[in-house]
């Protein structure tokens, strides 16, 4: 009997978690979409044909750590923000750059290597990308040319891009944070008239 008891107990304790998941998954979920919304931006084909990200490996690595960093920025630095959500975030990068190496055939002990160094690439990204927002326009510009294009430190494409990613931190500054938890990120549509000549 007792053992009956614990087995229905079981079933209705599995069928509750279902109908009221618990709160670290549902803050999971909500990480989870809101990366999802950043890296659906960063596969806008614009940001490579008319920007002239380059189309490599590492050029999408940069669009996905350039659309992170308004996102992560607005939840860490802004009025109504959420730190628990931007780790979380930051957590689902790095489960999908884990997945990413694992698929592409790398072996489980140079994995743990791989992760490291990207997630430091990632972490001074983010703080290149603060920093520069602080300090002005040519700041700005200057870390992306370094990392977006670091074959053409002085290439022209970069002031388009810093314009795009300063108007994202601003349309990323006014989101609600519930809008945010559903996973929709207002990002610019990248790549208007103005934004391809302003300096």
Known sequence: MALGLRAVYGEVE???????PSRRRVERQAAARLYGACVGAARNPVLYLAYGVPDTLQGRFEMVTLHL?????????????DPELARLVSESFVADMDSAFREMGVGDVTV???????YR???GRISAYHAALKSGEEA?????ARNVFPDS???RRAPALALYLRT?????RHAELDRLRRGEAPFPEPLDERSRHEP
């Open 69 to 81: 960093f308004p996102v992560l920025h607005r939840l860490m630095h802004e009025p109504g923000d």
């Open 140 to 144: 700005l510009v200057a870390a992306i």
């Open 168 to 172: 994202a931190v601003r349309m990323l």
């Open 121 to 123: 690439s990632f972490g």
């Open 14 to 20: 599995t069928a509750a978690m279902t109908l009221f």
């Open 153 to 155: 430190p002085d290439d």
């Open 112 to 118: 743990p290597k791989r992760m490291t160094t990207l």
